[in-house]
């Protein structure tokens, strides 16, 4: 495993930081968000936020926060649910929908869903869920739901095994498995496990613990994740059409209080990770950086660390990681980190009082 480099010290308000490479600083952009979990930018130099107890909010440039969007489908906020991820269609311009990725109840329990909206104005108009995971459970941890769309159109939706492992090794089930279907909710008809009996055709990967962070790799088509592990055993994984990334078969961590989970550390058919942080960093959020504001870092990647409570930087040589650098900002959990039109950095920091901050070049 590689040695990252530490900043020792948190942030202060408008501190110089001095990184590797660059040197920035990390203003408030937005504060008094209550566990804000996603992020996604409009055409305008807004923002929508989400935050977890089942809000959605608009952050101007100037950082004004307006009221919850009202619209959208009732959101479970129990344990680690509530209202997740958000994305824009990628013709928002034009026909102004929002993908959501929200915990809604339903028979047996609940789950993660699929919400597509349209914004107008202040408020969601035409909601409808387009999917949702099965089967639904009562536990409320676990429920990934980061989203992307992947080059090939497709939308990507990242579902947890809900805290019982051994659903991730199990095709009839969705949880713990990275979803591809079409950006109307449907199935593509050249995903691995269409028309095999006792597999869910959504499924695009399996073996997974708790995707939290979703990234495409900019000119490579290449879907990247990362994952929870318990006590130790965070993954980087390079998605593969049809392949199963071993949870919880295959670990590098231990359970709570360190109880084994499994001897293998590796098993044919199955994918290595790429990367494994033990222990734990918890990680949250994922984004390529490509932009101009911080030209040392294009084609690192980004994430977000809530027990570490860092912002790790990565450099890849291929489709290898080889560097780690890990920046503390104001010792808080980063939950997601996104790159902005701009090419600055924004982050979320997951609290009762959240914030919205911004890396600025020095």
Sequence with gaps: MLAPMVLAAPLAAQEVVRSERPLFRVPPLAQGLEHPWGLAFLPDQRMLVTERPGRVR??????????????LPETVARGQGGMLDVMLHPEFRANGLVYLCQVQAGEGGFSSTLVRARLAGDRFAEARTLFAAEPRATTGQHFG????VGPDGMLYMSLGDRGRMERSQDLADHNGSLLRLTLDGGVPP???FVGRAG???????????NIQGLAVRPGTGQIWLHEHGAQGGDEV??????????WPRVTLGVNYGGAEITPHRSLPGMEDPVHVWTPSIAPSGLAFYQGDA????RGNLLAGALRARVLVRLTLEGDRIVGEERIPVYGERIRDVRVGPDGRVYLLTDSARGALWRLDPA
């Design 294 to 297: 911080f030209p040392g870092w």
């Design 237 to 246: 994984n390079l998605v593969k059409r049809g392949a199963n990334y071993g």
């Design 190 to 192: 050249d995903n691995p």
């Design 145 to 148: 739901c980061r989203l992307a």
């Design 199 to 209: 597999a869910r055709p959504e499924i695009w990967s399996w073996g997974h613990r």
């Design 58 to 71: 608009l952050v101007g440039p100037d950082g004004a926060l307006s009221g919850p969007l009202p619209g």
